[in-house]
T-cell receptor, first 112, second 112 residues
Framework: DAGVTQSPTHLIKTRGQQVTLRCSPKSGHDTVSWYQQALGQGPQFIFQYYEEEERQRGNFPDRFSGHQFPNYSSELNVNALLLGDSALYLC???????????FGPGTRLTVL | RKEVEQDPGPFNVPEGATVAFNCTYSNSASQSFFWYRQDCRKEPKLLMSVYSSGNEDGRFTAQLNRASQYISLLIRDSKLSDSATYLCVVNRGGGSQGNLIFGKGTKLSVKP
């Protein structure tokens, strides 16, 4: 049984560019949450998708957007990248919005 | 003030030692509490949920004091493999289901 998978593993972009990160939830899970983890910090909640809609959002600007597909997989898009967007981006899936969240290995984004 | 605050660490202890981590949270509406473990450059993994009655899992004991808004984790007979960062996590519940709030984490190094 595959756990949560994310792609790509690593990504290097320059300021002003746009990036798309992808997440496939654990089998049987229908909810995907995205987190940003800067170096030396705990993960920070970006948003959560359930039934293909954004259900909750953390304190992140509109440059951060997402999508959930009918197969429950999800994308995180970040526009107009800033140096401060460099971080590990974690996807977590759960069954239902309150279920235990299982994290993927993350995508490490470096913005130069 | 951060919503979830932890001992800054790092904790450097010898094998066999007992180590305690403390955490406080500021939102009294918080409903669920967890300890996650994160190995270097890996994703967070759920170590244990924390209940008001206290709960134990082998060498690990977690306690919750709702009145003081305080959470603790005790590790007995530390092993080298316990070396990791321990993250205190709170779920606000209510209108914020599924939104996990992470502390900054406390790094533990267990030495031979």
């Amino acid at each position: 049984d595959a756990g949560v998978t994310q792609s790509p593993t690593h990504l290097i972009k320059t300021r002003g560019q746009q990036v798309t990160l992808r997440c496939s939830p654990k089998s049987g899970h229908d909810t995907v949450s995205w987190y940003q983890q800067a170096l030396g910090q705990g993960p920070q909640f970006i948003f959560q998708y359930y039934e293909e809609e954004e259900r909750q959002r953390g304190n992140f600007p509109d440059r951060f957007s997402g999508h959930q597909f009918p197969n429950y997989s999800s994308e995180l898009n970040v526009n107009a990248l800033l140096l401060g967007d460099s971080a590990l981006y974690l996807c977590a899936s759960s069954f239902g919005r309150q279920g235990e969240q299982f994290f993927g290995p993350g995508t490490r984004l470096t913005v130069l | 003030r951060k919503e979830v605050e932890q001992d800054p660490g790092p904790f450097n202890v010898p094998e066999g030692a007992t180590v305690a981590f403390n955490c406080t949270y500021s939102n009294s509406a918080s409903q669920s509490f967890f300890w996650y473990r994160q190995d270097c450059r890996k994703e967070p993994k759920l170590l244990m949920s924390v209940y008001s009655s206290g709960n134990e899992d082998g060498r690990f004991t977690a306690q919750l004091n709702r009145a003081s808004q305080y959470i603790s984790l005790l590790i007995r007979d530390s092993k080298l493999s316990d070396s990791a960062t321990y993250l205190c996590v709170v779920n606000r519940g209510g209108g914020s289901q599924g939104n996990l709030i992470f502390g900054k984490g406390t790094k533990l190094s267990v030495k031979p």
